[in-house]
């Protein structure tokens, strides 16, 4: 799996977590998940959890680079950036 795949991945996954918390919110009737109380409540603090940890991971796989021009480079036909490592 190359590095942007994962990225990819982890953005699906953080947008469906975040859609699906909204959904249950809709559906329970909370106007916010403060108001949530019991499984609820102990439902939405996991997924918070869940979101910052796959957040916190992604910002370890996305550099910041500014990609230079003379950092770039060409290997089997595809561009890089050799600061950072990021395909271009």
């Not at 859609?19 to 559906?27: A, G, P, R, T």
């Not at 019991?38 to 603090?45: H, L, R, S, W």
């Not at 910041?64 to 490592?85: A, S």
Request: aromatic residues 8%; contains cysteine; hydrophobic residues 35%.
């Amino acid at each position: 799996m190359t590095v942007q795949k994962a990225i990819r991945i982890l953005d699906w996954w953080i947008n469906h977590k975040k859609k699906v918390m909204e959904q249950l919110k809709n559906d329970w009737h909370y106007s916010t998940f403060e108001e949530a109380t019991g499984v609820a409540k102990m439902i939405f603090e996991t997924d918070k959890v869940a979101i910052a940890n796959l957040q916190t991971i992604r910002k370890e796989l996305v550099p910041d680079c500014n990609h230079p021009k003379e950092m770039h480079d060409i290997c089997e036909g595809q561009k890089y950036c050799t600061g950072c490592n990021m395909d271009l």
